[in-house]
Nanobody
Framework: QVQLVESGGGLVQPGGSLRLSCAAS????????MGWYRQAPGKQRELVAA???????NYADSVKGRFTISRDNAKNTVSLQMNSLKPEDTAVYYC??????????????WGQGTQVTVSS
């Protein structure tokens, strides 16, 4: 069994910052990509940022220059530093990881989601 546990969401004013963290635990053999998605009300879930185990990162155009993704491969964690937040960043943020478990099956795993609200 593999679990992703997120933390760090909340309410912040426009221009403020938040840091999201996600820890993977359980029967993990190896982790490939880890990333963050978000889903705003009435919209489809979209990729925010992702990072491979080798350090390659990818960002949505809407967050480039404002958000930074980082991984700690030794601790199986991924974080998202969000700066200069805008009201349009308001969404539920989900941690995602591509993981091969100890039974050697590779699957996509999701966290439970954490709410980020940007409002004055």
């Amino acid at each position: 069994q593999v679990q992703l546990v997120e933390s760090g969401g909340g309410l912040v004013q426009p221009g403020g910052s938040l840091r999201l963290s996600c820890a993977a635990s359980g029967s993990i053999f190896s982790i490939y990509a880890m990333g963050w998605y978000r889903q705003a009300p009435g919209k489809q879930r979209e990729l925010v940022a992702a990072a491979t185990s080798g350090g390659y990162t990818n960002y949505a155009d809407s967050v480039k220059g404002r958000f930074t993704i980082s991984r700690d491969n030794a601790k199986n964690t991924v974080s998202l530093q969000m700066n200069s937040l805008k009201p349009e960043d308001t969404a539920v943020y989900y941690c995602n990881a591509d993981i091969k478990s100890t039974n050697l099956r590779r699957s996509d795993y999701w966290g439970q989601g954490t709410q980020v609200t940007v409002s004055s």
